[in-house]
């Protein structure tokens, strides 16, 4: 069946960029997503890429596709501590398939 | 106020209770989902339901079950709550057609203990 693979740490110093990656099984789906999770809170849609695009550029965050690969990577520039919290990738249409997510820790 | 909500936010109860946990929305998205979340294991979907009449199970529907009692209201149910229930469980909701995409829309989760 569909999966979606991350891994479940990173961290990183205020400053710094980050890079949260993301492999996924299923190559129909017309978009790709990115959520972010805030402690103590629900998911939030951060950004999405559209299956066929390559790349997608949002002020800080740079998403990156490779579709032959199946991997999707999520870049956030000078990252801030605020940007601490825990990323999920998904990919699915009408239903969603979410991967474990990655815990984001920027350190001062 | 919030578009998505979900009651109770905690609840602790014993094994072999029955539970219902309640999700409200006013975004009047036809579509509705419940999620449980483990830490290591993201977010495995429950159960679906696209419209009123339309319900889907999900990758990990057993021991739960759900109502759809109005486009705004979607319930899910445990018949007899077992330990390995214990979770942090999410409804959220979509509007079918977006252009940009299947965007969802989460409440702020109910965390549930059984003990």
């Known amino acids: 069946g569909e999966d979606v693979e991350q891994s479940l740490f990173l961290s990183v110093r205020e400053g710094d960029s980050s890079v949260i990656n993301c492999t996924y099984t299923?190559?129909?789906?017309?978009?790709l997503y990115w959520y972010k999770q805030e402690p103590g809170a629900g998911l939030q849609l951060l950004t999405y890429?559209?299956?066929?695009?390559d790349m997608k550029q949002d002020q800080r965050l740079t998403v990156l596709l490779n579709k032959k690969d199946k991997h999707l990577s999520l870049r956030i520039a000078d990252t801030q501590t605020g940007d601490s919290a825990i990323y999920f990738c998904a990919e699915g249409e009408g239903k969603l398939i979410f991967g474990q997510g990655t815990e984001l820790s920027v350190k001062p | 106020d919030a578009d998505v909500t979900q009651t109770p936010r905690n609840r602790i109860t014993k094994t072999g209770k029955r539970i219902m946990l309640e999700c409200s929305q006013t975004?009047?998205?036809?579509?509705m989902y419940w999620y449980r979340q483990d830490p290591g294991l993201g977010l495995r979907l429950i159960y679906y339901s696209f419209d009123v009449k339309d319900i889907n199970k999900g990758e990990i529907s057993d021991g739960y079950s759900v109502s759809r009692q109005a486009q705004a209201k979607f319930s899910l149910s445990l018949e007899s709550a077992i330990p390995n229930q214990t979770a942090l469980y999410f409804c959220?909701?979509?509007?079918?057609?977006?252009?940009?995409?299947?965007?969802?829309?989460f409440g702020p989760g109910t965390r549930l203990t059984v003990l």
């Open positions: 890429i559209f299956s066929n695009m």
């Open positions: 975004k009047g998205h036809d579509r």
């Open positions: 299923d190559s129909s789906s017309t978009y």
């Open positions: 959220a909701t979509s509007d079918r057609g977006k252009s940009s995409g299947d965007e969802q829309f």
